[in-house]
Every structure is written in structure tokens, then in C-alpha cells.
């Protein structure tokens, strides 16, 4: 429920603090006091769109925040959550909107800034005025069918029709992105089946291309190979003889040396070694083939092949292996594609076929939910001096191409408002009076249904009094026993029934002129309503009416 409302600077309000208690508040004063003053800035806590003429002349910014309570399974805390808004559930909610002289605005929520979208998206959960012709709650033919829905206690067909509607779009997707796909694979068919025998033919291995590339280079440079170990082995066999007589030399004088010949003779010995060693890997190198150049051409027909496919194909030599198996993969899937699409298609079918059962199961409980709406408003008309007049909710079947995740209704609330004459739209038919006292028995039957905790209904008893009026407020003090409602009326019957009372009037001294709002005890209340009853001179027979109304048991 809506527990205050600070205003700060807006058109002629400077400062305003506002507590509001739960049940039926009424909000009265003479005409151009400013209760609209106080509902255009309610709404722009809301998020309603904002304007720099609502700010006070002189004022260089207007704010207004609104505070809520709401019940912890209310659905305003996911949307918070998924605003990214941190606040405990249960928490007071604080709304605030500031415009500036410029007509730019911020939103805040709990002091975090938030957007304007998320801000009208938290009122509307919160928050439904009702006034005379606003396209807003139900007056919005967009809201009807989750109305009913709310009405009929549909959740659980609703959800069917939305999970089956979704499932039929994905399979959907699916079958006709493979559609796609195999009609794309079927336009490069030959392709595909040459590339693949071009690749299968070749054959490229892993690793391949560096194999080739280094005998190629081998022996491309094979004579100049040959005839450097030629040179070496040459050198080898004249460094030898030298080393041998060295070695043969030290060894005759080593026993005269006492000792410290021995590791020149152990060094000359290993160089020995190492030479015969050089020589042999030489010799072995020069006699195994590998630097015959008979293979060259062969070498260099494999490797530029590979090459020239790898170019073609627009991919690395390395990667010749992975095209050959991926387009391998694509002739299957051509070659079994019908089978998949045949597949695809009958499980599409059987999903399309299960939307249909339920979204057709949804239309008939909303058909039978409809007629409860219908006699339950209309049972509410006569007392409200509508008895002339008949409501209906229309269900009506969408064209297939129209239906989604809601199922294949369109729901309108219609009225006619003279016997005899044809039902339109709700927003359309109806006059302001008549207009005010339809939302207000709509809301009676809809209490229950609605997330909404407060209600604001501006000049309901609008074109009414006496009776009528009285059975206005007798209406909404029985609306306001399941919500917090807020009712600008100019009707001692409406306001007499209010739990807390809100006087609205406007003050003028020399050098401004503002709008004040003071909450009436029993006596000034009394005295507020003896005034609505009898005009500007309050009579005692004023005084005593307006006690006899306040004295009516709620």
C-alpha cells in the first residue's frame, strides 16, 4: 500500500508530507484546490512521463517520492531483482523522481538510480488510477486478457500454453534452419562429392608437409652435401697419421715423464677416436641413399599437390585432414538429411498440434470464465444507477498467424449502456460518470485477482449523488476491506465512508499562492462535509446531516 507521499516544489505545492493509512482515504476540496496537483505527482513517482511545467515557478528542481509496503510473494520484488536493485523483500520501497528546470528526470529506488522504464514498470505493480478516460489499467484493451485469466484462476493453463508455445518455436527454428542447411549442402552437392574424391585421392597425413619439405630440401642441396663430407673424409685421413705418430711418440718418453705424459696420450687416443668415429658416420651418410636425387621429382610433385589442394581450398597444408572429414560429414548429412528433416518435421507437427490442444483447452475456460465476470459485474450495475446497462467480456478467436505464448484469444470488455444498443469498447462507450462507476464495479469483482495494492479512483462518483452516491461508497469502503483505495470526490456519501480524510485547498497571501493538504480529525471532518452537503454557508441542519452520514456503520 501507498504509505506516504513527499512532494517538494511541484506547480504550487512548496512542501508536502504525507502519511497515508490503510482502507478508504478520501481526498476533498473545492474545485481547482489542486488534487489534481497531488495525482500528477503521484503519477510521477510512478514513472509517468515527466514535464519542466510541473516544477514550482522559480524552483530549479521538483522531487517526489512515494513509499510502499507490499507483501513478500508480490510480484514487484522479481522485477527488482531483475533490475539489478538490491533491497531486502519486505523492506519499505522509496520511489523517487526528480525533474529538473531543463524537463531532464532521474529515478531512483531506495536511493539506487534505476530507470524511468523500470520505475513505471514497479508503479504499475503497485499502483492503478482510474480516471475519466486514461488509457491506463483497464481501460487498456492489452490488459484484458491477463485480467480474465487473473479472474478465472488460469495460471496453470496459462503456463501450458506458454511452455507448449514455446517448444513448438524452437523445434520450429530448428526444423527450418536445417531446412536451410540442407538446401545450401544440396546446392554445393557436386562440389562436395569432387572435393572429397580430389582429397580421398591425395590422401594428406599429419605432419606431411614438414616431412617433405625437409628431404626436399635435402635433396635439393645433395651435391653440395656429397662433396663437403668428401672434403672432410679427405682431411680426416691427413690429420690422422699425424695424431698416431703423436700419440706413438709420447708413449716412448711417458716412462721418463713420471707420469705427467699420460693425459696428452688419453687425449691424443680419444681424438683418435673421435676422428674414426667422424669418419664412419660420414662414410655411412655418403653410401645410404639419402642424398640420391632420383626421388626429387617425385618429392616435389607430392609436395606442391599439397599445396595447390591446400590453396584451392583456401586452408593450411595441415588442415587438408580436418576439410576432408568436415566435408565428409556434410555429403552424409545430405545423404541422410530427408530422414532428419522427416524427423524434425513430425516432432514440429506433434508440438504445433499440442499448442493447439491447450491454447483450444485455455479459450473454453476463458469462455466460461467470462461468463462469471459477466454476471458478477453486472450484478454490481443497478445499485450503481446502471441497471440500464450491460456488461460483457468478449472472447473472440485470433486468426492462427495472431496467436502466441497468451494462446488464440482476444479479450475486450464491452458495455452498452442503453438497452437495446450494440456493445463497444469499455473506454469508448461509456460516459465519465458512467465510465467511473464500471471500473469501480469491475475492481469490486476483480479485488482478489489483482496484484495491485492501491487503487485510485478520481471523481467516481462523478454525474451521481444521492442514492447512487451512496452506493458508490458503500462500494468502495467494501473494495477498500481487500485494498488500500484513494478516492478524489466531491460526494459527502463517498466521503463519509473514508477511514482517514485528506482536505485539499489552496492558499493565497500576497506574495504566492500554494496548496496545502491537512488531514481532518472527527470535527473538522464533520465540518467538511457539512460544507459539500450544503454549500459555502454551513447550516446546522448541514452540521447534523454530515453527522448522521459519518455515523452510518461501515
Known amino acids: 500500500m501507498l504509505a506516504g507521499l513527499s512532494i517538494r516544489d511541484v506547480v504550487l505545492i512548496d512542501r508536502l508530507d504525507l502519511q497515508f493509512e490503510s482502507g478508504l482515504v478520501v481526498l476533498t476540496g473545492e474545485t481547482g484546490a489542486g488534487?489534481?496537483?497531488?495525482?500528477?505527482?503521484?503519477?510521477?513517482?510512478?514513472?509517468?512521463?515527466?514535464?519542466?511545467?510541473?516544477?514550482?515557478?522559480?524552483?530549479?528542481?521538483?522531487?517526489?517520492?512515494?513509499?510502499?509496503?507490499?507483501?513478500?510473494?508480490?510480484?514487484?520484488?522479481?522485477?527488482?531483482?531483475?533490475?539489478?536493485v538490491e533491497i531486502e523483500p519486505g523492506e519499505p520501497l522509496l520511489l523517487r523522481r526528480q525533474v529538473s528546470a531543463d524537463g531532464r528526470s532521474r529515478a531512483f529506488v531506495n536511493d539506487q538510480p534505476v530507470s524511468v522504464t523500470l520505475l513505471r514498470q514497479l508503479g504499475e505493480s503497485l499502483v492503478e488510477v482510474q480516471g475519466h478516460f486514461e488509457q491506463r489499467g483497464l481501460l487498456d484493451p492489452k490488459t484484458h486478457r491477463k485480467t480474465l485469466d487473473l479472474f478465472?484462476?488460469?495460471?496453470?493453463?496459462?503456463?501450458?500454453?506458454?511452455?507448449?508455445?514455446?517448444?513448438?518455436?524452437?523445434?520450429?527454428?530448428?526444423?527450418?534452419?536445417?531446412?536451410?542447411?540442407?538446401?545450401?549442402?544440396?546446392?554445393?552437392?557436386?562440389?562436395?562429392?569432387?572435393?572429397?574424391?580430389?582429397?580421398?585421392?591425395?590422401?594428406?597425413?599429419?605432419?606431411e608437409e614438414e616431412a617433405l619439405a625437409e628431404r626436399r630440401a635435402l635433396l635439393l642441396n645433395a651435391g653440395q652435401l656429397l662433396e663437403a663430407m668428401q672434403?672432410?673424409?679427405?682431411?680426416?685421413?691427413?690429420?690422422?697419421?699425424?695424431?698416431?705418430?703423436?700419440?706413438?711418440?709420447?708413449?716412448?718418453m711417458s716412462d721418463k715423464a713420471a707420469g705427467r705424459l699420460d693425459g696428452a696420450v688419453s687425449a691424443l687416443g680419444r681424438a683418435l677416436a673421435e676422428t674414426e668415429e667422424a669418419r664412419e658416420t660420414l662414410q655411412a651418410l655418403a653410401s645410404d641413399g639419402d642424398f640420391e636425387g632420383e626421388g626429387l621429382q617425385q618429392i616435389e610433385d607430392r609436395y606442391f599437390a599439397l599445396k595447390d589442394l591446400a590453396r584451392k581450398h583456401r586452408v593450411e597444408v595441415s588442415g587438408l585432414s580436418d576439410l576432408h572429414r568436415d566435408m565428409s560429414e556434410q555429403l552424409a548429412a545430405i545423404d541422410s538429411g530427408d530422414a532428419e528433416l522427416q524427423r524434425l518435421e513430425k516432432e514440429c507437427g506433434s508440438a504445433e498440434a499440442l499448442y493447439w490442444q491447450a491454447a483450444d483447452a485455455l479459450s473454453k475456460r476463458r469462455k466460461t470464465s467470462a461468463e462469471a465476470l459477466d454476471v458478477a459485474v453486472n450484478a454490481e450495475l443497478p445499485p450503481l444507477k446502471l441497471d440500464k446497462a450491460r456488461f460483457r467480456t468478449a472472447v473472440e478467436k485470433l486468426d492462427p498467424d495472431q496467436a502466441g505464448p497468451s494462446g488464440c484469444d482476444r479479450?475486450?470488455?464491452?458495455?452498452?449502456?442503453?438497452?437495446?444498443?450494440?456493445?463497444?469498447?469499455?473506454g469508448r462507450i461509456a460516459s465519465a460518470g458512467e465510465?467511473?462507476?464500471?471500473?469501480?464495479?469491475?475492481?469490486?469483482?476483480?479485488?482478489?485477482?489483482?496484484?495491485?495494492?492501491?487503487?485510485?479512483?478520481?471523481?467516481?462518483?462523478?454525474?451521481?449523488g444521492g442514492a447512487t452516491a451512496a452506493a458508490v461508497g458503500d462500494r468502495l469502503s467494501r473494495l477498500a476491506e481487500k485494498r488500500q483505495i484513494l478516492v478524489v470526490t466531491h460526494s459527502p456519501q463517498v466521503a463519509s465512508r473514508g477511514r482517514q480524510h485528506w482536505h485539499v485547498e489552496k492558499q493565497a497571501d500576497q506574495a504566492q499562492t500554494v496548496t496545502n493538504v491537512r488531514v481532518l480529525d472527527s470535527k473538522a471532518r464533520r465540518e467538511e462535509i457539512a460544507r459539500m452537503l450544503s454549500g459555502a454557508s454551513i447550516t446546522e441542519e448541514a452540521r447534523a446531516a454530515a453527522a448522521k452520514l459519518i455515523g452510518v456503520p461501515e
Open 152 to 207: 478465472g484462476g488460469l495460471r496453470v493453463e496459462r503456463t501450458a500454453v506458454e511452455q507448449a508455445w514455446a517448444r513448438w518455436q524452437n523445434l520450429r527454428t530448428t526444423f527450418e534452419a536445417a531446412q536451410e542447411k540442407l538446401a545450401n549442402a544440396r546446392r554445393d552437392e557436386d562440389f562436395l562429392r569432387h572435393a572429397i574424391e580430389e582429397l580421398a585421392r591425395i590422401d594428406p597425413q599429419e605432419g
Open 411 to 426: 479479450v475486450v470488455f464491452e458495455v452498452a449502456t442503453n438497452p437495446g444498443s450494440p456493445p463497444g469498447a469499455l
Open 231 to 252: 672434403d672432410a673424409l679427405t682431411q680426416l685421413d691427413s690429420a690422422e697419421r699425424p695424431l698416431a705418430a703423436a700419440q706413438r711418440r709420447l708413449e716412448q
Open 435 to 464: 465510465l467511473s462507476r464500471f471500473l469501480l464495479a469491475l475492481k469490486l469483482v476483480l479485488a482478489e485477482a489483482s496484484p495491485v495494492t492501491t487503487l485510485v479512483f478520481d471523481e467516481v462518483d462523478s454525474g451521481v
Open 35 to 84: 488534487k489534481s496537483i497531488l495525482l500528477d505527482s503521484l503519477g510521477l513517482a510512478l514513472g509517468e512521463r515527466s514535464d519542466s511545467g510541473l516544477l514550482r515557478p522559480g524552483a530549479d528542481k521538483a522531487t517526489v517520492i512515494a513509499s510502499f509496503e507490499a507483501p513478500l510473494d508480490h510480484p514487484l520484488w522479481l522485477l527488482l531483482d531483475e533490475g539489478g
